[in-house]
């Protein structure tokens, strides 16, 4: 699977979603690491790399962090407006995901949250994103992706 | 501005929105809202509005992920701009309606949106009652307030949002004002300064 | 203006009425006496003369009745709608007490539209339809047709009747508006918001004079997860009404 993990964190600076993809049979697991060490480093990471991003360049244009790599897994960020931020890991060789980031974004969340009268959108201190709908949706596009092997 | 002409919201309109075919749907359902909530509340309007108001606000925060998935916008450098984007784009691809932004004040914080037609209020008549008080204590189309302020309070802005005039109470304009109290700073993960 | 002078309407439905109902106002129509519960003699004309109807804000010079209603009606967006009808749904739910009561409320938010709905249907497809419909088959045809046309742009895909009850029809909708945004977690069962619809389809049924209670129930197939069917049910009353006057 070139896909490593696929994370969502909301304005409030909370893991509300986390999805990894194993190679095995059980597909990977959801929403078991909202509330651990990785997620929790990784949202302070880009949060600092976020704030460097906008004093490096110059004041008008915006600087947005696109991805982060290492030898052995990249990172790829998208931001919303309203503060939500999308992060998908995979392997290096991957360039560029943003298009796929926004389709999930404007499409999945959009469509199975957003719109969702018994879904909520501010989610509260304990609160996960476990809408079904969404889940299978989401794995379906990423798994449907020919990146995703 | 040259960013709002790249959203044209009319344009948007006509190719990008899911339409359906009849608004009165739209309209009667509000009105049905409304009546129940004046049943509910006992006729209590100011309680009613605050309702209306607090559904809105609930309605603005999923709106305004619907609208930045439509337009691809990046947060709006000033209020201004802002302004230019609710009445253009926001108004025309939700309700197919485009206010006119008015009445700025010095500080640049606070205008007004005229609405020139109002679908939520198609065909309703106040009725009147003995002493007037739905008359005087209704604003029948409070949800906008609500939505405005919720949808500007995702993007990290606070803002409050009043009715001043409203076609149904007898006046000859619906008017709604705008305030900007501040810009809101984004959160940060515990255990950063 | 004292509460005695005003015309309120009768009763909230026609389908609360029976035969030995009379209006305390002594002025109101009765459709199980007929056109003589309303007719204009002496003493009723009496009444009306002295009393007023409810008033509405003072017409300004653009008031409501100067407009057409028979033009074509506007658009608007599908999302505009969907918001508003999550939220209904939300505040419905915090405001009720299980899902027996959240449907109830649903559809008594859609009975008053369908009230409504009846007569603007009426009115615009006037040429089509210059005579009530006074037989169950035939108001069952104009809602699966015209009415569901006007109001959701298309047609509802079935209308069948069922073969093990009597009094019991359904009318099936493959893809429902009110459905398609709204994905029901687990923990509410088999709630149907369809409701509304179901309240729609009431209000217009009870309004018509054809006294019913119509529920929504949802039936998914291979390919139509949304799949709904509306259980219509009408009251025993009315097919006694049908057989003493068609055969």
Redesign the interface.
């Known amino acids: 699977m070139t896909l490593h993990s696929f994370y969502i964190f909301d304005r409030h600076c909370r893991c509300v979603y986390s999805r990894e993809y194993t190679q095995g049979s059980d597909g990977g697991s959801t929403n078991r690491s909202n509330e651990s060490d990785t997620a929790k480093l990784m949202f302070g990471m880009l949060y600092s790399l976020k704030n460097i991003a906008s004093k490096l360049g110059d004041k008008e244009a915006r600087n947005n962090l696109k991805s982060l790599s290492t030898g052995k897994f990249r990172l790829h960020l998208f931001e919303t407006a309203t503060g939500l931020r999308f992060v998908i890991v995979s392997d290096p060789a991957i360039d560029n995901l943003q298009s796929v980031l926004w389709e999930l974004y404007s499409n999945y969340y959009v ?2 949250v957003a ?5 909520p959108v501010d989610f509260a201190c304990d609160e996960l994103l476990a ?3 969404f889940v299978s949706e989401t794995d379906r596009f990423l798994s449907s992706l020919p990146v995703f092997r | 501005m040259s960013k709002t002409t790249r959203y044209s919201g009319d344009e948007m ?1 006509k190719n990008n ?10 309209t ?6 409304v ?2 909530l004046c049943r ?1 509340f006992n006729n209590n309007y100011q309680e009613v509005n605050q ?1 209306l108001d607090r ?1 809105g606000y ?2 603005g925060m ?2 305004i992920e ?1 609208f930045l998935a439509k337009t691809g916008a990046q947060r709006c450098q000033t209020f201004k701009e802002t302004a230019e984007m609710i009445s253009k784009v926001g108004f025309k ?4 309606i485009q206010p006119t932004v008015t009445n700025w004040t010095q500080d640049g914080k606070t205008f007004s949106l005229v609405l020139n037609e109002n ?1 939520l209020a198609d ?6 009652g ?1 002493d007037n008080r739905i ?1 005087r204590d209704l604003w029948y189309s409070q ?1 906008l307030c609500g939505v405005l302020r919720g949808a500007l309070q995702m993007v990290q802005l606070d803002v409050d949002v009043w009715f001043v005039k409203d076609v ?3 006046d000859d304009q619906t008017e709604l004002r705008l305030r900007l109290n501040k810009f809101l700073k984004d959160e940060v993960p515990a255990g950063e300064d | ?3 005695d002078n005003i015309i309120y309407p009768s009763v909230h439905s026609f389908s609360n009425l029976s035969l030995s109902d009379s209006s305390r106002t002594g002025f109101g129509y009765n459709p199980y006496k007929g056109p003589s519960s309303n007719a204009i003699t002496p003493e009723t004309s009496n009444i009306l003369i002295n009393k007023k109807t ?5 017409t ?1 010079f653009d ?2 009745y100067d ?1 057409n ?1 028979l033009k074509k ?19 419905t ?1 915090n ?1 009720s007490k299980g899902i027996q009561d959240l449907e109830q409320r649903l559809n ?3 009975y ?2 369908g009230q ?2 009846l007569e ?1 249907v009426k009115t615009r497809e006037r040429i089509k339809y210059s005579k009530r419909e006074i037989k169950i088959l035939e108001i069952l045809q104009f809602i699966h047709g015209a009415f569901w046309k ?4 298309k047609t509802a895909n079935e209308l069948e009747k069922s073969q093990d009850i009597e009094n019991e029809y359904m009318i099936i909708d493959d893809i429902p ?1 009110v459905s398609k ?5 687990k923990d ?1 069962g088999n709630l149907s ?1 369809s409701a509304f619809t179901a309240g729609i389809i009431e209000g217009a049924l009870d309004s018509a004079c054809f006294p019913a209670t119509v529920t929504a129930h949802s039936v998914p197939k291979e390919g139509l997860p949304l799949r709904t069917v509306f259980l219509i049910k009408f009251d025993e009353s009315l097919y006694t009404r049908e057989n003493l006057r068609f055969n």
């Not at chain 3, 945004?181 to 977690?185: A, C, D, E, Q, T």
């Open positions: 469509r199975n719109q969702n009268a018994l879904s809408n079904p709908k | 309109w929105v899911e339409k359906i075919q009849n608004s009165e749907l739209f009667l359902t509000y009105g049905s809202v009546s129940q509910d309702q559904m609930n309605i999923r709106l619907e691809i939700f309700l197919n679908p065909f309703v008549e106040l009725p009147m003995p008359c949800v149904l109470r007898g | 203006m004292s509460n409810v008033s509405l804000t003072p300004s008031s409501i407009r209603i009606v506007p658009e608007i967006s599908l999302s505009s709608f969907s918001f508003l009808f999550c939220e209904i749904v939300n505040w739910r405001n008594t938010l859609g008053q539209i409504r709905f603007l006007s109001i959701f742009g508006l945004f709204i994905s029901v977690p509410y918001c």
